[in-house]
């Protein structure tokens, strides 16, 4: 055909000429399926860099979603009652999950565990900012489950239709777990807000004034300011931008805040009737730049609590490929 008639290479460079021409085929192949909003499974052909910036979201992601364990399961043992501490548990363990189907899905693209795990203790890959706060009352939880799930689930939705198949169907159990991890989080604190004291109340408006600012810098930078978004849109990696979501959860959460009797701590915060959106104050991007480039308030004990986890984790892992190895050589013998 066509491209096969323009390999005018010598003989030994004729293969990577080859290649190149089917590669070209495979490419016009894999944008149209994406222009035809198909998705892509593990061992479809894809670009190169399409996989990488996969393997780069996704294990972003996976790496949020266990360090996002931290800072809630250091409130277990000091829920307020039996009922709290079970709905906490259950939601710290669902993280857990959730970190695993991602590691898998990024695994379907042909990047170990190890090379995840490895990226993330030496700094190399990037986790969630807002997991680099720290939780400091009770009402903590109630503001993490509200404000950081509900941003969550907003980004995360969208990526339910991401053009890659295992990340999409590993995200549709994800967001059902997240719906429920954010009501918890908004009744617990609707709880406070209505039968607390007046010191409890004060609890649920501190937690609020300091969430709420690195909650919205979760949907990342603006859109002119993000390097990937372009990219990742043109590929239905990503289905809606930054800016957009962003937008989305602030028009969500403010009436929500009044329901539950809170006030965001943004003065410009505004119902724009000509928009019909909240208009809102400035976002200070150094805080964002800061944290994420390792130096937020707790990035340093996030990530050695990690590595510790790791280090004492060795023996589990060796006992696991000692009996492993031992039923393998029992079924050969
Ligand atoms: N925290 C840390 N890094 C962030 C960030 C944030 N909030 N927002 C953006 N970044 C990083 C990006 O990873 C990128 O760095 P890299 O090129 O080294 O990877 C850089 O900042 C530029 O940002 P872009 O907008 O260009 O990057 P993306 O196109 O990847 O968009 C994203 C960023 C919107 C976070 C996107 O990666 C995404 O949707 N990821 C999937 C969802 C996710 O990771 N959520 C984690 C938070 S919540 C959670 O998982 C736990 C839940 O239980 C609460």
Redesign the pocket.
């Known amino acids: 055909m066509y491209t096969q008639a323009m390999d005018t290479t010598a003989a030994g460079e004729a293969p990577k000429a080859r290649r190149s021409a089917e590669e070209m085929q495979l490419q016009e192949r894999f944008d149209a399926r994406i222009d035809a909003g198909d998705f892509i499974e593990a061992k479809d052909w894809m670009p190169e860099h399409y996989r990488k910036t996969l393997v780069?979201?996704?294990s972003?992601?996976a790496h949020?979603?266990i360090v996002?364990m931290l800072p809630e399961g250091n409130w277990i043992s000091r829920a307020p009652t039996l009922k709290r501490k079970a709905i906490l548990l259950a939601k710290v363990q669902d993280?857990g999950g959730?970190g695993l189907y991602l590691y898998a899905a990024a695994e379907t693209l042909g990047t170990s565990r190890d090379q995840l795990f490895d990226a993330l203790h030496t700094g190399r890959a990037?986790?969630?900012?807002?997991?680099n706060y720290p939780t400091l009352s009770w009402a903590d939880m109630g503001t993490?489950g509200w404000l950081?799930?509900g941003?969550?689930i907003m980004?995360?939705v969208p990526?339910c239709r991401c053009s890659y198949a295992p990340y999409a169907r590993a995200m549709i159990r994800i967001c059902r777990e997240?719906s429920f991890?954010q009501r918890q989080g908004f009744e617990a604190l609707l709880t406070m807000m209505t039968k607390g004291t007046a010191a409890q109340k004060a609890m649920v408006q501190d937690a609020v004034n300091r969430w709420w600012w690195p909650s919205i810098?979760?949907?990342?930078?603006p859109d002119d300011e993000?390097?990937?978004?372009a990219q990742?849109m043109r590929w239905g990696i990503?289905r809606v931008s930054?800016d957009e979501?962003r937008q989305r959860f602030i028009d969500a959460t403010v009436d929500q805040a009044k329901l539950l009797g809170v006030t965001l701590p943004d003065p410009d915060l505004k119902w724009n009737e000509a928009r019909q959106s909240h208009d809102f104050g400035v976002i200070d991007w150094s805080e964002?730049k800061r944290?994420?480039a390792g130096d937020g308030p707790c990035n340093r004990e996030r990530l050695a609590a990690r590595v510790k986890a790791w280090n004492d984790g060795a023996w589990v892992r060796d006992a696991a490929t000692a009996h492993a190895n031992k039923q393998t050589m029992k079924e050969a013998a």
């Open positions: 780069r979201q996704i972003q992601h949020s979603e996002g993280e959730h990037k986790y969630s900012s807002i997991f993490i950081v799930d941003a969550a980004n995360q990526i997240e991890h810098m979760m949907f990342g930078p993000s390097p990937n978004s990742s990503k930054n979501l964002f944290v994420i």
